[in-house]
């Protein structure tokens, strides 16, 4: 079991930005860990994901203006979001499942999630 622990979420004006962070509560070297989100009335989409050694994937919504990095040693991930949107208003969740990135989106351990409202 993989507990997660999102922060770093509030409120911004459009072009601002915001750093998230998700903790967690083991060991992560070797489990993909990524980042997604809701608004209402969407479905959750996903954002980013990272491998374990760093390699990455963006939505075309996040490119170029969000980077997801992590910290094996602090068993953190976080997502740098900047240039931020009013349509990047959601709730951000942190995600992990073992092993690689490639392939589906499907993630087997989920965080409570940090909301982000982003103003124009």
């Known amino acids: 079991q993989v507990q997660l622990v999102e922060s770093g979420g509030g409120s911004v004006q459009s072009g601002g930005s915001l750093r998230l962070s998700c903790a967690a509560s083991r060991d992560t070297d070797y489990y993909c860990m990524g980042w997604f989100r809701q608004a209402p009335g969407k479905e959750r989409e996903g954002v980013a994901r990272i491998e374990w050694n760093g390699g990455t994937t963006y939505a075309e919504s996040a490119k170029g203006r969000f980077t997801i990095s992590r910290d094996n040693a602090k068993n953190t991930v976080h997502l740098q979001m900047n240039s931020l949107k009013p349509d990047d208003t959601a709730m951000y969740l942190c995600?992990?499942?073992?092993?690689?990135?490639?392939?589906?989106?499907?993630?087997?351990?989920w965080g409570q999630g940090t909301q982000v409202t982003v103003s124009s």
């Open positions: 995600a992990a499942r073992r092993f690689s990135c490639s392939g589906s989106w499907d993630f087997n351990y």
